[in-house]
């Protein structure tokens, strides 16, 4: 068996996303973002550059903030991994999902879920954060629409809300 064989072997994957374990096949070379979309059916999570340099991919794995384009799938095995669509809860938005709205935050959408989650890590973190923490910690996110204004005072504004 050449090494290209051995690396498209399917493997069982056991992980929990979004508060609910999965177990499912993978092959050893799958990127966690095309776990999430194609077998999870997690389309939240953006697929941008493959380079883990726009953020649109970006999860929460185990709490921290991660681009998930980078990430081997089976590198999260029995691990915690939080999308998009794992924030909203008994048909509320989460609190940064309301301010991205009510804000202007959101404006194509396409970074929006990326740039949710990069925020929704660092308010786990550092739930008071400054203008300048939150413009640090979104900088591996890229949004071509406007400026990035409208999305630091959405998520100064879900710092005002408790979680």
Known sequence: MDETMLRRRK?????????????????????????????????????????????????LIDGEAAPSCLVLAVRCEGRHVETIEGLAANGRLHR???????????Q???????????????LRRNPTPTDEEIRTALSGNLCRCTGYAKIVESVQAAAEIAP
């Open 11 to 59: 493997r069982l994957l056991g992980l929990n996303v979004n508060g609910r374990w999965r177990e499912d096949a993978v092959t050893d070379d799958m990127l966690l973002v095309d776990y999430l979309r194609d077998i999870a059916g997690l389309t939240g999570v953006k697929t941008g550059c493959d380079g883990g340099e726009c953020g649109a991919c970006t999860v």
């Open 96 to 106: 940064l999902q309301q301010t991205f709205h009510e804000r202007l935050g959101a």
């Open 108 to 122: 194509c959408g396409f970074c929006t879920p990326g740039m949710i989650m990069a925020a929704e890590g660092l």
